[in-house]
């Protein structure tokens, strides 16, 4: 069989590239649609994945609206020359490319806001698949599994991080060091938002360095490091996960990395725009386990940051909650890869269930002081 995955983000590739080679290995075809934007290409160049570029964005939000035309043109000609038999994605682009190929299309969306997103693929997608704490329910197709889409390459089964990651960052074996990540704040869910601004950012670096080493990882690539302690993570993208794995601390004003954080027993503080009573429930969940913080206030992120650098005891207690809770965690490899081949579909699928959206609450359990 053909499969046809979209990457339209870095992110994407992280998700789908475990199922993509187990396809391959199958002996199936598979093809990645690759948008590129930040550093997909590279990633998908690092994990040796086969794929076709269908065009470029900036980390600008007007890029999008001026690229949309050229990427759907060459979208509709690369999905018709290949002729898929099935189409993975996380949005627009997936659900139209099977609608106008007449190819049935599995969604794996995570991001409540996105409605305007929901509103234009829903209608063309015929499974939907999101994390169990996801707070909408998108009718009948709708299913929904243990874990996040991080799961696909972040659980235990998939994941063993390198023992050489240290070396490669200059540090040493019991140095301490932060991640901080910076969004550009550049695609279309992201408009009307914001997160820590510029002068922020620099008083954030400032309190960690007295600190820890810190590194930072910078979407928009504009960081002025001048008259700052810190460093540029300018290690291979993919090695980020390796360097996360080992880190004291993720601060971050983005998404992915903070539940990539979570599920490798890193404490992590997000803050950002979204924080807050309509909150995105993979977050909503996590915090009310006790692996991340959800801190609107920059200086209560200071204070945070400061406490949880300066507890010599917390660094145990963090990881023996992640393992508790990834113990429960499906393998969403697994799942794709089955719902590829599965002919009874997602109803046959082990690690899917139907179910309506929780409820969930602001006022949960907060992490550990």
């Given at each position: 069989?053909n499969?046809?995955?979209?990457?339209?983000?870095?992110?994407?590739?992280?998700l789908?590239?475990?199922?993509?080679?187990?396809?391959?290995?199958?002996?199936?075809?598979?093809?990645?649609?690759?948008?590129?934007?930040?550093?997909?290409k590279?990633?998908l160049?690092?994990?040796d994945l086969?794929?076709?570029?269908?065009?470029?964005?900036?980390?600008?939000?007007?890029?999008?609206v001026?690229?949309?035309?050229?990427?759907?043109?060459?979208?509709?000609?690369?999905?018709?020359?290949?002729?898929?038999?099935?189409i993975?994605g996380?949005?627009?682009?997936a659900?139209?490319?099977?609608?106008?190929?007449r190819?049935?299309?599995?969604?794996?969306?995570?991001?409540?806001?996105?409605?305007?997103?929901?509103?234009?693929?829903?209608?063309?997608?015929?499974?939907?698949?999101?994390?169990?704490a996801?707070?909408?329910d998108?009718?009948?197709?709708?299913?929904?599994?243990?874990?996040?889409?991080?799961?696909?390459?972040l659980?235990p089964?998939?994941?063993?991080?390198?023992?050489?990651?240290?070396?490669?960052?200059?540090?040493?074996?019991?140095?301490?060091?932060?991640?901080c990540?910076?969004?550009?704040?550049?695609s279309?869910?992201?408009?009307?938002?914001?997160?820590?601004?510029?002068?922020?950012?620099?008083?954030?670096?400032t309190?960690?360095?007295?600190?820890?080493?810190?590194?930072?990882?910078?979407e928009?690539?504009?960081?002025?490091?001048?008259?700052?302690?810190?460093?540029?993570?300018d290690?291979?993208?993919?090695?980020?996960?390796?360097?996360?794995?080992?880190?004291?601390?993720?601060?971050?004003?983005t998404?992915?990395?903070?539940t990539?954080?979570?599920?490798l027993?890193?404490p992590?503080?997000?803050?950002?725009?979204?924080v807050?009573?309509s909150?995105?429930?993979?977050?909503?969940?996590?915090?009310?386990?006790?692996?991340?913080?959800?801190?609107?206030?920059?200086?209560?992120?200071l204070?945070?940051a400061?406490?949880?650098?300066e507890?010599d005891?917390l660094a145990?207690?963090?990881?023996?909650?992640?393992?508790?809770?990834?113990?429960?965690?499906?393998?969403?490899?697994?799942?794709?890869?089955?719902?590829?081949t599965e002919?009874?579909?997602?109803?046959?699928?082990?690690?899917?269930?139907?179910?309506?959206?929780?409820?969930?609450?602001?006022?949960?359990?907060?992490?550990?002081?």
């Amino acid at each position: 069989m053909n499969h046809l995955f979209f990457t339209n983000t870095p992110a994407h590739v992280h998700l789908y590239k475990h199922a993509v080679k187990t396809l391959e290995t199958g002996g199936h075809d598979v093809l990645i649609l690759a948008r590129d934007y930040g550093c997909t290409k590279q990633l998908l160049d690092y994990h040796d994945l086969p794929y076709r570029l269908y065009g470029h964005l900036d980390t600008s939000k007007w890029s999008l609206v001026c690229q949309l035309p050229r990427h759907y043109l060459s979208i509709l000609r690369l999905t018709r020359r290949y002729d898929p038999d099935s189409i993975f994605g996380m949005g627009a682009y997936a659900a139209h490319a099977g609608a106008l190929s007449r190819t049935p299309v599995t969604l794996i969306l995570d991001s409540e806001p996105t409605s305007l997103d929901h509103a234009i693929s829903r209608p063309f997608a015929d499974t939907i698949v999101t994390p169990a704490a996801f707070g909408k329910d998108l009718g009948p197709d709708h299913y929904r599994f243990q874990g996040f889409k991080e799961s696909a390459y972040l659980h235990p089964d998939v994941f063993t991080p390198r023992n050489d990651i240290r070396e490669r960052l200059g540090v040493g074996p019991d140095e301490r060091y932060v991640i901080c990540r910076f969004n550009a704040f550049g695609s279309h869910h992201d408009v009307s938002q914001s997160g820590i601004s510029s002068t922020d950012r620099r008083r954030l670096i400032t309190h960690l360095a007295e600190r820890a080493t810190v590194f930072v990882s910078d979407e928009g690539h504009d960081m002025d490091f001048t008259g700052i302690d810190a460093k540029p993570f300018d290690l291979h993208p993919g090695l980020l996960h390796d360097a996360l794995a080992e880190a004291s601390l993720l601060v971050a004003d983005t998404q992915t990395m903070v539940t990539e954080a979570a599920l490798l027993g890193t404490p992590a503080i997000r803050s950002n725009s979204f924080v807050g009573d309509s909150d995105m429930g993979n977050f909503i969940e996590l915090e009310k386990e006790g692996l991340i913080y959800n801190i609107a206030s920059f200086e209560a992120v200071l204070d945070r940051a400061c406490k949880i650098l300066e507890d010599d005891s917390l660094a145990e207690r963090w990881a023996q909650k992640r393992d508790a809770y990834v113990a429960g965690m499906a393998n969403l490899t697994r799942i794709i890869v089955d719902l590829a081949t599965e002919p009874g579909g997602a109803a046959a699928v082990a690690g899917l269930s139907r179910g309506e959206a929780p409820s969930v609450r602001r006022d949960a359990a907060a992490p550990d002081p």
